[in-house]
């Protein structure tokens, strides 16, 4: 078996919405601003749950919709951002709760990219390294490194995770892909969480910052080049083009930056999947989260091709073109 395919896909979100209105009584904003500047209208945000339990739901979910036991899943892989613990990793911990024998189980750090990032290193694995089926989650509780009193950031987030399984087959839904980074500019962008380095043996004091901070800008003026570049990269390696693809699922991080995408690409708009309105920014969970709802709503059949497109901090991006 020399091929990949893809068995399902699945989700959990937080019950918990918070909409504009709820964020307006908590920084100076309003809901006219948010949607007109990003297209969000409410994200889920968790009332306590950690990213372990929402990347676990999701991972569930996702094997049910797959018709496959957790006994067979030999590989996970978690992409996220917001891991409740350095160590275990969030794979490792999905794995112990899953109860799934002897699959190895790691976390992957690309922020927004990860989940695409993930799918890529999972398809090479099968193919290259013996192993049989894997669940892929991309899981965040951003909701734990957004600074609450800046309102430039803490309105565009919000909490949820994606999983997807696949497995060796003669058939192969991973037509095409591509990943890279620019670490330069992830630096000066977009950057959450540091850890803390005031060891006794540090030369100087470092201040710790806790929480996502990002030059809206400059990164707004990256995804709206990189984002048509992905998708074009992806149909030249996989000599396809535009009008047989079903759907492009973009990371959901702007309405406006996907408006822009499509008019690069001279694409009707309705091509791109956008569900930004409900959830926010998601990270690593808005493509498999945007993916999930696709298929839960029947808007994608078995043979259809797609386009998962992602960019964010890192600066990392990501594509990929898979038949479902
Ligand atoms: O997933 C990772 C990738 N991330 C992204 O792709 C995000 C990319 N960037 C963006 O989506 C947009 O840059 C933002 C939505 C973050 C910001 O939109 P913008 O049109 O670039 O706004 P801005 O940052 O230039 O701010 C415009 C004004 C400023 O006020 P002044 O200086 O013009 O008086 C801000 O202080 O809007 C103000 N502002 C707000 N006002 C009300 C910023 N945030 C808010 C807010 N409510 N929440």
Request: charged share 25%; hydrophobic share 40%; glycine share 8%.
């Amino acid at each position: 078996m020399e091929g990949v395919k893809i068995l399902g896909v699945g989700k959990y979100c937080p019950e918990n919405v918070v909409t504009n209105f709820d964020l307006e009584k908590i920084v100076e904003t309003s809901d006219e601003w948010i949607v007109k500047r990003t297209g969000i209208k409410e994200r889920r945000i968790s009332d306590g749950e950690g990213t372990v339990e929402i990347a676990y739901k999701a991972a569930l979910n996702a094997l049910k919709n797959s018709n496959c036991g957790k006994d067979d899943i030999d590989l996970i892989i978690v992409a996220t951002t917001s891991p409740d613990k350095i160590m275990p990793s969030t794979a490792c911990s999905v794995q112990g709760l899953l109860d799934c024998k002897n699959a190895a189980a790691f976390d992957i750090s690309a922020a927004c990219s990860g989940f695409v990032y993930s799918l890529i290193i999972a398809d090479s694995l099968i193919k290259s390294a013996g192993k049989k089926r894997a669940l892929i989650i991309g899981a965040e509780v951003l909701s734990k490194i957004v600074d609450w009193s800046d309102r430039s950031t803490c309105v565009l987030f919000g909490d949820g995770a994606g999983a997807m399984v696949i497995e060796a087959s003669d058939e192969n839904s991973i037509i095409s892909s591509c990943f890279a980074s620019d670490g330069k500019l992830g630096e000066k962008t977009l950057v959450a969480a540091e850890i803390n380095l005031n060891t006794p043996f540090a030369k100087s004091e470092n201040i710790e910052k806790r929480y996502i901070e990002m030059k809206g800008g400059e990164v707004f003026k990256f995804a709206v080049s990189i984002l048509p570049e992905i998708v074009n990269d992806v149909l030249d390696k996989g000599n396809e083009n535009l009008e047989n693809i079903k759907y492009i699922v973009p990371h959901q991080a702007n309405s406006r930056i996907i408006d822009e995408a499509a008019r690069r690409l001279k694409v009707n708009r309705e091509k791109f999947y956008v569900n930004v309105d409900k959830y926010g920014n998601t990270s690593a969970a808005s493509i498999p989260i945007a993916l999930s709802e696709l298929s839960e709503k029947g808007l994608i059949n078995k043979g259809d091709k797609i386009i998962l497109a992602a960019f964010g901090g890192g600066l990392t991006w990501a594509s990929t073109l898979i038949k479902f």
